[in-house]
C-alpha cells in the first residue's frame, strides 16, 4: 500500500495518502516523502512507472512491529527538478529493500524504509 501510495505521488504531486500511511519521525520516510513535494513545488515532474515489489517476506507476521523484506524494482524514467530544467533520465535498478511498520488500531504505519542493497 505504502509503495502504491508513492506511486502515485510520484505521478500526481500529492503526499496527503502517503503521509497518512507514515509514521512521521520516520527520517528516512519522509526523505522519500519530501524530495517529491519539493520537485513539484519547483514546478517540476516524474515521469516513471516508481517502485515495482516483486517479492516480499515479512518477518515476525505476529508481532507488534513487523519489518518487510523486498525485492524492488525502480522503473527508469526522468526527472524534471524544477521549471524549466532539463530532464535527468535514469535506466531500471533492482533493490533489496526493508520496510518496518506498526499498527495503530488497524492501521499500519511505515516507520522505516532502508536499503540494503
Known amino acids: 500500500m505504502w509503495v502504491t501510495s508513492r ?22 520516510c519522509l526523505s522519500l516523502i519530501t524530495s517529491i513535494e519539493e520537485v513539484y513545488a519547483a514546478g517540476g515532474s516524474y515521469d516513471t512507472d516508481g ?36 530532464p535527468v533520465t535514469y535506466e531500471a535498478e533492482n533493490h533489496i529493500m526493508v520496510f518496518k511498520l506498526h499498527f495503530v488500531g488497524a492501521q499500519p504505519l511505515i516507520d522505516f524504509v532502508g536499503f540494503v542493497s
Open 7 to 28: 506511486n502515485e505521488a510520484l505521478k500526481s504531486g500529492e503526499t496527503e495518502q502517503l503521509r497518512s500511511l507514515t509514521d512521521l519521525s520516520c527520517a528516512s
Open 51 to 86: 517502485w515495482t515489489v516483486k517479492s516480499a517476506k515479512a518477518r515476525d507476521p505476529d508481532g507488534p512491529r513487523r519489518a518487510v523484506d523486498a525485492a524492488v524494482v525502480f522503473a527508469g524514467g526522468t526527472t524534471i527538478d524544477e521549471a524549466g530544467a532539463d
